[in-house]
């Protein structure tokens, strides 16, 4: 049965992100700057260091990061009583009995956030990206099998991260250093897009949507690392939301949009056949069951749209969503019964 979490929660949560895409523009050291590259709008903060004129990425064009710059002086005259307020927002969700990140993970994901992966297009993707679905859809996570996991996934665009002309700051194999990660060597010399933290065995991995029939390692200019290419990816890491991932005052990250997260959990499952794998293809199932029942009640459309866009992908993906809805007689019947 799902619980869902109450109106003090949600509200909660729905502040605490506010005030986390708030501070985006809170910081901002020069004068916004919009470009257009490839017929998309992208905003940087455009300052000076010296003599030398700098970009910084702020995120893509949209309503609501226009409002936000345009209200930034107020934001950043307000930036101390909203990390107050962001601490407050966050005993308020402990209180509530939302799911709070381990401190090892949320030391690593903050890193992250601190230097700019996920301004910079990064996506966590996997079981932390299910985790703060919670928040986004107000309900309780009360498996752990599904919800516990020490790995932690970035995933990313390629063409993105080019066209950015912008990178984190300090490189990301400085602050895996400083954590104590180590690179995972790569049969590619020389492009590395694993790190695991082998005091505890915890492994970072960097993904990308491949676009090929091959599944290779690509780069990732803007984050600085390589990542392993994978197909299916375009389809999980389009559109991408924000959330508030729940360690200490709150990070701003970005998420799959639940539906495809879902609907991406059924075809993954059905490329995991033994030994460990196996178990990974449950919980992915486990996942994919939780997020459609919640979704048919309350985003029925949302979960059509995504289902038929998958299965609009070609026959590869039907094949893939067939055989893992054969297995999870219940999940297949709610999709059934989806409007359309």
């Known amino acids: 049965m799902i619980k869902s979490h109450s109106a003090t929660g949600t509200s ?20 916004p700057r919009l470009k257009t590259i490839n017929g998309r709008g992208y905003w940087y903060d455009q300052h000076r260091i010296g003599a030398q004129t700098l970009d910084r990425y702020i995120g893509e064009d949209g309503p609501e990061l226009r409002d936000r710059l345009a209200a930034a002086q107020a934001l950043r005259a307000q930036s101390k009583e909203a990390a107050r307020g962001r601490a407050r927002l966050m005993r ?3 209180a509530e ?17 601190k230097v700019g992966v996920f301004r910079l297009g990064g996506t966590l993707v996997g079981t932390h990206a299910f985790r703060c679905y919670e928040g986004e859809l107000g309900v309780r996570i009360g498996f752990d099998d599904a919800a516990m996991t020490d790995d932690i996934d ?25 954590l104590r ?62 959330a508030a991932f729940l360690y200490r005052s709150g990070v701003l990250v970005r998420i799959p949009r639940p539906e495809r997260f879902a609907i991406h959990k059924l075809i993954v499952s059905d490329r995991r056949r033994d030994g460990v794998e196996s178990i990974k293809a449950r919980k992915d199932l486990a996942q994919a069951a939780f ?20 299965r609009a992908s070609g026959p590869a993906w039907r094949k893939r969503l067939d055989a893992a809805l054969r297995r999870a007689p219940e999940t297949r019947a709610i999709i059934d019964a989806l409007p359309g």
Do not use: K
């Not at 799911?99 to 956030?113: F, K, T, Y």
């Not at 995972?184 to 090929?212: C, H, K, M, Y």
């Open 154 to 178: 970035i995933a990313s665009f390629e063409r993105l991260s080019i066209v950015l002309e912008d990178r984190v700051d300090p490189p990301l194999a400085d602050v895996f250093a400083d």
């Open 291 to 310: 997020l459609i029942e919640v979704l048919a009640e309350e985003r029925p459309e949302d979960l059509a749209e995504a289902h038929e866009a998958a």
């Open 92 to 94: 308020v969700l402990r």
């Open 97 to 113: 009995g939302f799911r709070m990140s381990d401190i090892a993970n949320g030391q690593v994901v903050a890193a992250m956030g």
């Open 181 to 242: 990660f180590d690179p995972v060597p790569s049969i590619e010399r020389g492009r590395v897009w694993r790190w695991r933290q082998t005091e505890r065995q915890a492994l970072v991995e960097f993904l990308t949507p491949s676009f090929d029939a091959e599944e290779g390692v690509r780069d990732l200019p803007a984050l600085g690392v390589s990542a392993q290419s994978l197909h299916f990816l375009n389809y999980l890491i389009a559109e991408p939301i924000h």
């Open 12 to 31: 909660a949560y729905a502040e605490l992100l506010r005030l986390l895409r708030d501070e985006v523009v809170s910081d901002i050291r020069g004068a």
